[in-house]
């Protein structure tokens, strides 16, 4: 079945240590997406990727850095550089194009202890 | 962030018919998204508009207006599993092949008995 794929969905890390979030696509998707949801709030965009080998930051990048090195993977890393990093992170795919909807991943909540 | 807002929070009466409003920067605009998310889950797909005009979709339907910078998403008949977070999404391109889909804050709906 195709579908995009987050692991692990809960992730406990010790502050100070880097943590890396998968979130994988076989809808042969362009555009993946990188997004952070605090309680209560909305969706603030981290990275954004349109090809291959190519990203932009979005409104929240600072503390976080990811790779396009595949059309199918996205990874996030959360670095020891982000003074708040627990949240629950949203992966989504789309074609790219202006009228096809962004398909989520399950999420995963990361917790910072 | 592009100065999208909504409502924070609102309630409704079960069998009845809410309107949840989003206005939005149209700089950049190139179509706008609804999406429901309940409470520790993905965001699911509802409506995409990128027209002026109503698109109606079963118990749901969404409005654009792209020269007012507003769209509206309406719940008919409205049920007690319509309780939930609904997030107007504006896709934005900034020039060249790239899309940004960003998020408001999203209207936390609570339907009543």
């Known amino acids: 079945d195709g579908g995009i794929t987050q692991s692990p969905k809960y992730l406990f890390r010790k502050e100070g240590q880097n943590v890396t979030l998968s979130c994988e696509q076989n809808l042969n998707h362009d555009a993946m997406y990188w997004y952070r949801q605090d309680p209560g709030q909305g969706l603030r965009l981290i990275y954004y990727s349109q090809i291959v080998n190519d990203f932009q930051k979005g409104d929240i990048a600072e503390g976080y850095s990811v790779s396009r090195e595949k059309k199918e993977s996205f990874p996030l890393t959360v670095t020891s550089a982000q003074k708040n990093p627990t949240a629950f992170y949203l992966c989504?795919?789309?074609?790219?194009?202006?009228?096809?909807?962004?398909?989520f991943g399950q999420g995963t909540r990361l917790t910072v202890v | 962030g592009q100065n999208i807002d909504q409502p924070t929070e609102m309630t409704a009466t079960e069998g009845a018919i809410v309107q949840i409003n989003c206005t939005y920067q149209?700089?950049?605009?190139?179509?706008l998204f609804w999406y429901q998310q309940h409470a520790g889950e993905a965001p699911t797909f509802l409506s995409y508009n990128v027209l002026d005009g109503l698109e109606e979709k079963g118990r749901f339907s969404s409005f654009l207006s792209r020269s007012k910078g507003y769209s509206y998403l309406l719940l008919k008949e409205l049920q007690m599993k319509d309780s939930a977070s609904y997030l107007c999404?504006?896709?934005?391109?900034?020039?060249?092949?790239?899309?940004?889909?960003?998020f408001g804050t999203g209207t936390l709906l609570a339907v009543q008995p």
């Open positions: 989504a795919s789309s074609t790219g194009g202006a009228n096809t909807e962004a398909f």
């Open positions: 999404a504006p896709l934005m391109n900034y020039g060249g092949a790239t899309n940004k889909l960003i």
């Open positions: 149209t700089s950049g605009f190139n179509g």
